[in-house]
């Protein structure tokens, strides 16, 4: 099966549905980390990130690219891009209640190796302090190995101290195991918490400063192949400008 065309496919079929749906909110960012002591390819990494978020009447549309950027040793520099592009299609509404609205959920993930397909349902909640809460369950369709599954919490909560903005916000993606391919099953749990500088710099777009911690178990599901368990825990500064 060809996943770049199917992918490519669901792509053009998003954008020609947004050239006339209406548009409620949107959003873009670009953010800058650094860190240390990950445990994959080397141990000190920079990453530029870039962020697209809209909410319209068909669906929602989340899309990010990961520029990876390393200082190797005897392999010299390394960099890496990743990207991946997530429509959720609109099934129904809801007025009130703990469930906000119902999905077709899809997420095409691209990397210089592979690109996988992710196909299921998801849903958005109604949780009082939350800005945003979903939740999505897949089937993935694997490029390099097995079918498999995966789960994917997202939640963004604001709050104020002393007059000042803050925000705590990320996800949580679980996947299974693959027996076919011998690939462990995986958890990524990623946080940011930031404060929104853009009072104190005299500008109306968000600026934040503060960290993101990720916790990913079994990175890149590569612990069964490899005989040992790759856990990465790694927090790294954080700067992330919304226009």
Same mark, same amino acid.
């Given at each position: 099966?060809?996943?770049? !065309?199917?992918?490519?496919?669901?792509?053009? /079929?998003? /954008?020609?549905g947004?050239?006339?749906?209406?548009?409620?909110? &949107?959003?873009?960012?670009?953010?800058?980390?650094?860190?240390?002591? &990950?445990?994959?390819?080397?141990?000190?990494?920079?990453?530029?990130?870039?962020?697209?978020?809209? %909410?319209?009447?068909?669906?929602?549309?989340f @899309?990010?690219?990961?520029?990876?950027m390393?200082?190797?040793?005897?392999?010299? =520099?390394?960099?890496?891009?990743?990207i991946?592009? %997530?429509?959720?299609?609109?099934?129904?509404?809801?007025?009130?209640?703990?469930?906000?609205?119902? &999905?077709?959920?899809?997420?095409?993930?691209?990397?210089?190796?592979? =690109?996988?397909?992710?196909?299921?349902?998801?849903?958005?909640?109604?949780?009082? #302090?939350?800005?945003?809460?979903?939740?999505?369950?897949?089937?993935r369709l694997?490029?390099? *190995?097995?079918?498999?599954?995966q789960?994917?919490?997202v939640? #963004?909560?604001?709050?104020?101290?002393?007059?000042?903005?803050?925000?705590?916000?990320?996800?949580?993606?679980w996947?299974?195991?693959?027996?076919?391919?011998? !690939?462990?099953? /995986?958890?990524n749990?990623? *946080?940011?918490?930031?404060? =929104?500088?853009?009072q104190?710099? +005299?500008?109306?777009?968000?600026?934040?400063?503060?960290?993101?911690?990720a916790?990913?178990?079994? !990175?890149?599901?590569?612990?069964?192949?490899? +005989?040992?368990?790759?856990?990465?825990?790694? @927090?790294?500064?954080?700067? !992330? @400008?919304?226009?």
């Amino acid at each position: 099966m060809n996943f770049t !065309k199917l992918a490519l496919a669901t792509t053009m /079929t998003v /954008t020609a549905g947004a050239a006339s749906a209406e548009t409620f909110f &949107y959003d873009n960012s670009v953010s800058v980390l650094y860190g240390q002591d &990950y445990e994959v390819i080397e141990s000190d990494q920079a990453v530029v990130t870039f962020e697209h978020f809209s %909410a319209n009447s068909w669906g929602d549309i989340f @899309v990010f690219a990961d520029r990876l950027m390393s200082t190797g040793d005897e392999d010299g =520099d390394q960099t890496q891009t990743y990207i991946e592009v %997530a429509p959720r299609f609109k099934v129904s509404d809801f007025d009130g209640g703990l469930v906000k609205n119902l &999905y077709v959920a899809t997420t095409w993930e691209m990397s210089e190796d592979e =690109d996988n397909l992710l196909v299921g349902l998801g849903t958005d909640f109604n949780v009082p #302090g939350f800005q945003n809460l979903s939740l999505n369950a897949y089937q993935r369709l694997n490029d390099n *190995y097995e079918n498999n599954y995966q789960t994917t919490l997202v939640w #963004g909560v604001p709050f104020a101290i002393a007059g000042q903005n803050f925000m705590f916000d990320g996800f949580w993606d679980w996947a299974t195991a693959t027996d076919e391919d011998n !690939k462990a099953a /995986t958890s990524n749990f990623t *946080y940011q918490l930031k404060w =929104d500088a853009a009072q104190a710099l +005299g500008t109306d777009n968000k600026v934040y400063v503060g960290i993101e911690h990720a916790t990913w178990d079994n !990175k890149f599901a590569i612990e069964h192949s490899s +005989g040992f368990d790759t856990k990465e825990n790694v @927090v790294s500064a954080l700067v !992330k @400008v919304h226009f």
